[in-house]
């Protein structure tokens, strides 16, 4: 018989609009997006500078190019000398295209996500019958589709966006291998960017420029966690043989730290640090709705995502704590509802910038993925809490 708790919490999930009709790999493709110009940061106390060395031929490589990721000043600062915005579960939309599900961690799809600075895109993989799949946890709660359709959007966005590198980090939640995501990376055509290191097992300390990376037009960089790093696929790197990260279990806007979660075994951050690993900073917070059901916290997701540094839970005080500590700033920030805050302010100010060129995000009507699942109604959270109980019921 399923545990209780694993029957409640499928029950709940289900009855609130999380279910196994796919989103489709980019949901509702509406939302407005405007040119925006993001106002300068102070980057009073912040450490700028990582210890890192730019591959011997960044001197200057992107001379022609005119902004890279969205600076001109970030074309000849190396890849792990630069703060990289993420979208946590960047897949798994809370928007029309999936009723406005309470699992979903943004209210828009990838692409919106890059038009408007995020440089880094999370997402889960699970194995559903063969092909490799975006499901949020299992495939019967939330199906975002085949992995190889979101890299595919994901590189027709790369082709008309040369100037940018992009960074993609997924969870092998079935521990499949190495060459079953090759088979997607390269189904898609996205593999051609893909940057290959020349010790891909191995930290390092030394990372081309922006510059250099869309000169040679290797631009995406690709870790995966728990897969073997394999030669055959060089451009495919097992994440923690490049990052660490900090505890993402976060159930109160006080529980966000700096310290190592991930990988085990490491030592501290401090340690981690050392060795040439680039640092993660996990800062998305979950909600308890019962015992043994967690959903991403929305209610405090304006808080979360501020880049001010004067509230506890603020993304701008847990990055300066971590700087403090580490004695860099980190090389990765991952948040739900990016749009919030917004999240890239931190990011901004972390590297030094005035960003050009991005697009903001707004959206209206009801097939707008931006502030779906705001306005879930007392009786549709009803509903799913009666079939909840009724479920449990049956299953005792």
């Known amino acids: 018989m399923p545990s209780l708790i694993s029957s409640l919490t499928t ?4 009855a609130s609009g999380i279910h196994a009709v796919p989103q489709g790999p980019f949901g509702a493709e509406s939302g407005i997006v405007s040119a925006v110009s993001t106002a300068p940061a102070s980057t009073a106390g912040v450490a700028v500078a990582q210890p890192t060395t730019a591959s011997a031929s960044s001197s200057n490589a992107a001379s022609e190019i005119s902004a890279c990721n969205n600076s001109p000043l970030l074309c000849d600062r190396a890849y792990n000398n630069v703060t990289h915005m993420g979208a946590h579960d960047s897949s798994f939309l ?20 890059l038009d408007a600075g995020i440089r880094l895109l999370q997402a889960q993989v699970h194995d559903a019958n063969g092909t490799l799949q975006l499901c949020h946890t299992s495939c019967t709660l939330l199906d975002a589709g085949p992995l190889q359709d979101w890299l595919a959007k994901i590189k027709f966005w790369m082709d008309n966006n040369p100037n940018e590198v992009v960074t993609i980090l997924l969870v092998n939640s ?45 631009r995406l960089v690709t870790f995966i966690a728990s897969i073997d790093y394999s030669p055959t696929y060089p451009y495919l790197l097992s994440e923690f043989d490049h990052v660490f990260e900090t505890p993402y279990n976060v159930l109160s806007l006080s529980g966000f730290n700096c ?15 050392s060795a040439g690993l680039m640092p993660l900073m996990n800062h998305f917070a979950d909600s308890l709705l019962l015992q043994g059901v ?16 004067s509230t506890t839970g603020n993304l701008g005080l847990h ?15 991952l948040v739900d509802f990016f749009d919030h805050g917004p999240a890239i302010d931190t990011a901004d ?3 030094g910038i005035t960003a050009t060129g991005r697009k903001s995000v707004s959206g209206e009507g009801e097939e707008s993925t931006s502030g779906a699942g705001e306005n879930h109604s007392p009786m549709g959270m009803n509903v799913a809490l009666i079939a909840f109980v009724g479920f449990a019921l049956a299953m005792v």
Request: aromatic fraction near 8%.
């Open 11 to 14: 029950a709940l999930l289900l």
């Open 94 to 113: 809370r928007d029309a295209s999936t009723s406005n599900s309470l699992a979903g961690n943004q209210y828009f799809n990838a692409t919106v996500a």
């Open 174 to 218: 079935d521990n499949k291998l190495v060459s079953d995501y090759a088979s997607a990376f390269e189904g898609s055509g996205i593999s051609t960017y893909g940057y290959q290191p020349s010790n891909g097992s191995t930290a390092s300390t030394t990372w081309p420029t922006l510059g250099d990376m869309i000169t040679s037009n290797k």
């Open 259 to 273: 310290t190592l979660d991930r990988p085990k075994g490491q030592g501290t951050a401090g340690d981690a640090v």
């Open 294 to 309: 967690q959903i991403p916290d929305e209610t405090d997701i304006d808080i979360t995502n501020s880049a001010d540094t």
């Open 319 to 333: 990055a300066d704590t971590c700087v403090k500590q580490w004695g860099v700033k980190p090389t990765f920030i």
């Open 349 to 351: 100010r972390l590297n």
